[in-house]
C-alpha cells in the first residue's frame, strides 16, 4: 500500500506541482481545491490515478475540518502526511492594515493548517509517526509583501518551530519549505507582468537569478522531505530562496 499524502491548495500551481512529485515518487495524493472542474483537470495530470483521490472543498469554512474527517472515513485512508500548501493573499491586504483582514490571512495561512494537524497527528502517533510540511513564504522574513500575508507567513514559522518541537519524541517530522516568488500560470507575479509590467521588471531584476522561481524548481525538494528516511528536518525553516 502506498502512503497517502494531502496536499491541501492544489488544483494548480506550486500545490499542484507538489503532487505530481510526490505522485511519480510512488505517493498516492489527495488533491484539494474548491472548483470541482480545475480538480479533475489536476486529476488527468496525475500518474496511475487509480491511487489518488479529490477532496473538492473551501478549507477556510467552518465545517473544513468535518468534512475532511468524512471523507477520509468514507474512503478509508490514514494519512501518512500532510503539505500544507494552501496560502496567499486576502483581498485588501494593504497598510494600513486593518484587524479583519489580518483574520481573514491568518485563517487561510494559519488557522486552517494548525485545525488539520491537531486532528491528524494524534492519529499519526498511533500509526507510528507521519510527516507535515508547511509552505512558508520569504516574506516572512524581509516583510516585502503584502503586510497580513506576510505577518502570517511569519506566525507560520513560528508555528512550525514550536510543534516541532513539541511532538518531536512521538516521530512527526514538522517543517516548512519557503520559497521566494513563484511564477506560474495564475500567479500574483504572472498577472502583474501583464498589468504591472514595470513593477514585474524592477523586481524580477532584483532576483540573483535574474527570474522567479518555477513550481516544478520547489516540488522536488518537498517530496523528498517525504521520501527521506530521517527526523533531522524536523522544526527546520527551510529556504529556497535563489539566492535572495
Ligand atoms: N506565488 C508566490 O509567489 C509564492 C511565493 C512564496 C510562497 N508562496 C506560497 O506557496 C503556496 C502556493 O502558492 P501558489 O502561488 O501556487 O498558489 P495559487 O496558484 O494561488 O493556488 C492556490 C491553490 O489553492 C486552492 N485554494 C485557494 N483557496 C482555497 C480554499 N479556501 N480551500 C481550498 N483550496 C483553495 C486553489 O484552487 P481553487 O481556487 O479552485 O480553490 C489552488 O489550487 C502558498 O502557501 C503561498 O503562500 C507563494
Same mark, same amino acid.
Given at each position: 500500500?502506498? /502512503?497517502?499524502?494531502?496536499?491541501?491548495?492544489?488544483?494548480?500551481? +506550486? $500545490?499542484?506541482?507538489?503532487?505530481?512529485?510526490?505522485? !511519480?515518487?510512488?505517493?498516492?495524493? #489527495?488533491?484539494?481545491?474548491?472548483? $470541482?472542474?480545475?480538480?479533475?483537470?489536476?486529476?488527468?495530470?496525475?500518474?496511475?490515478?487509480? /491511487?489518488?483521490?479529490?477532496?473538492?472543498?473551501?478549507?477556510?469554512?467552518?465545517?473544513?475540518?468535518?468534512?475532511?474527517?468524512? @471523507?477520509?472515513?468514507?474512503?478509508?485512508?490514514?494519512? &501518512?502526511? %500532510?503539505?500544507?500548501?494552501?496560502?496567499?493573499?486576502?483581498?485588501?491586504?494593504?497598510?494600513?492594515?486593518?484587524?479583519?483582514?489580518?483574520?481573514?490571512?491568518?485563517? +487561510?495561512?494559519?488557522? %486552517?493548517? #494548525?485545525?488539520?494537524?491537531?486532528?491528524?497527528?494524534?492519529?499519526?502517533?498511533?500509526? $507510528?509517526?507521519?510527516?507535515?510540511?508547511?509552505?512558508?513564504?520569504?516574506?516572512? @522574513?524581509?516583510?516585502?509583501?503584502?503586510?497580513?500575508?506576510?505577518?502570517?507567513?511569519?506566525?507560520?514559522?513560528?508555528?512550525? /518551530?514550536?510543534?516541532?518541537? &513539541?511532538?518531536?519524541?512521538?516521530?512527526?517530522?514538522?517543517?516548512?519549505?519557503?520559497?521566494? #516568488? +513563484?511564477?506560474?500560470?495564475?500567479?500574483?507575479?504572472?498577472? !502583474?507582468?501583464?498589468?504591472?509590467?514595470?513593477? &514585474?521588471?524592477?523586481?524580477?531584476?532584483?532576483?540573483?537569478?535574474?527570474?522567479?522561481?518555477?513550481?516544478?524548481?520547489?516540488?522536488?525538494? %518537498?517530496?523528498?522531505?517525504?521520501?527521506?528516511?530521517?527526523?533531522?528536518?524536523? $522544526?527546520?525553516?527551510?529556504?529556497?530562496?535563489?539566492? %535572495?
Amino acid at each position: 500500500m502506498s /502512503k497517502v499524502i494531502l496536499v491541501t491548495g492544489s488544483s494548480k500551481g +506550486l $500545490g499542484l506541482a507538489i503532487a505530481k512529485e510526490l505522485a !511519480k515518487n510512488g505517493f498516492s495524493v #489527495i488533491l484539494n481545491g474548491r472548483d $470541482g472542474a480545475s480538480l479533475q483537470n489536476a486529476f488527468t495530470q496525475l500518474p496511475s490515478q487509480e /491511487k489518488h483521490s479529490l477532496f473538492c472543498h473551501d478549507l477556510t469554512k467552518e465545517d473544513a475540518i468535518e468534512a475532511l474527517d468524512a @471523507f477520509l472515513k468514507a474512503h478509508a485512508i490514514s494519512l &501518512y502526511g %500532510v503539505v500544507h500548501n494552501l496560502g496567499g493573499k486576502v483581498k485588501d491586504d494593504v497598510q494600513p492594515l486593518h484587524v479583519k483582514t489580518l483574520q481573514a490571512s491568518m485563517r +487561510l495561512n494559519v488557522e %486552517v493548517g #494548525i485545525e488539520i494537524n491537531n486532528r491528524m497527528i494524534p492519529r499519526m502517533i498511533a500509526q $507510528g509517526g507521519g510527516k507535515i510540511v508547511h509552505i512558508g513564504s520569504s516574506a516572512a @522574513f524581509n516583510g516585502n509583501a503584502s503586510p497580513a500575508y506576510a505577518i502570517s507567513k511569519g506566525a507560520l514559522h513560528t508555528y512550525v /518551530k514550536n510543534s516541532a518541537r &513539541y511532538y518531536a519524541k512521538e516521530n512527526i517530522m514538522m517543517c516548512a519549505v519557503v520559497p521566494s #516568488i +513563484l511564477e506560474h500560470e495564475g500567479s500574483e507575479w504572472s498577472a !502583474k507582468r501583464m498589468n504591472e509590467p514595470q513593477k &514585474y521588471e524592477t523586481r524580477k531584476a532584483q532576483m540573483p537569478l535574474g527570474r522567479f522561481a518555477m513550481p516544478e524548481e520547489i516540488a522536488p525538494y %518537498v517530496s523528498a522531505l517525504f521520501s527521506i528516511e530521517s527526523m533531522q528536518a524536523t $522544526g527546520s525553516i527551510i529556504a529556497l530562496e535563489g539566492g %535572495v
